[in-house]
């Protein structure tokens, strides 16, 4: 019997990590979280492949502890930041504030970029965690993703 060691097996059958996100852009994305606490934060990641290399806050319009509206001049300035400098809209991204990071029906049913992904930042435990999903048709697929 062959035995591989975690690392051995790991080289042989590498797992595909989905989205690259820079380690400063997960503190930016946990301190927007918190800062806008009760109300859920909203924003935008983009980059090139699979690399994270823009990080866009926008104002949720709803300021609501439940939903979130990207206000809409903001959103308009971001996509054209990106398109600008190239990029591609890799994530939107929102905080729950009281729940965990999985999609509530609201958030399935709002998934109207179905190529992108959603990240989603819970602060209910000690210290934020994040999750990141694919909703196309209304069909909730975990996806992973690497701190580099």
């Given at each position: 019997?062959?035995?591989?060691?975690?690392?051995?097996?790991?080289?042989?059958?590498?797992?595909?990590?989905?989205?690259?996100?820079?380690?400063?852009?997960?503190?930016?994305?946990?301190?927007?979280?918190?800062?806008?606490?009760?109300?859920?934060?909203?924003?935008?990641?983009?980059?090139?492949?699979?690399?994270?290399?823009?990080?866009?806050?926008?104002?949720?319009?709803?300021?609501?502890?439940?939903t979130?509206?990207?206000?809409?001049?903001?959103?308009?300035?971001?996509f054209?930041?990106?398109?600008?400098?190239?990029?591609?809209?890799?994530?939107?991204?929102?905080?729950?504030?009281?729940?965990?990071?999985?999609?509530?029906?609201?958030?399935?049913?709002?998934?109207?970029?179905?190529?992108?992904?959603y990240?989603?930042?819970?602060?209910?435990?000690?210290?934020?965690?994040?999750?990141?999903?694919?909703?196309?048709?209304?069909?909730?697929?975990?996806?992973?993703?690497?701190?580099?």
């Open positions: 019997m062959n035995s591989l060691a975690r690392s051995d097996y790991d080289s042989v059958h590498p797992v595909a990590t989905v989205l690259k996100i820079p380690k400063a852009i997960q503190e930016a994305l946990y301190l927007h979280a918190q800062r806008e606490k009760p109300i859920e934060c909203c924003g935008l990641l983009a980059g090139i492949g699979n690399l994270v290399t823009h990080h866009y806050q926008i104002k949720n319009s709803d300021q609501s502890p439940t979130y509206f990207m206000d809409p001049r903001e959103q308009f300035w971001a054209g930041n990106m398109r600008q400098n190239q990029l591609e809209l890799l994530a939107i991204y929102h905080s729950h504030t009281h729940t965990p990071a999985y999609p509530s029906a609201t958030d399935i049913r709002l998934a109207y970029y179905p190529e992108s992904y990240l989603i930042v819970t602060l209910m435990h000690a210290q934020p965690q994040m999750r990141l999903f694919k909703i196309p048709q209304n069909v909730v697929t975990e996806e992973s993703f690497e701190i580099v």
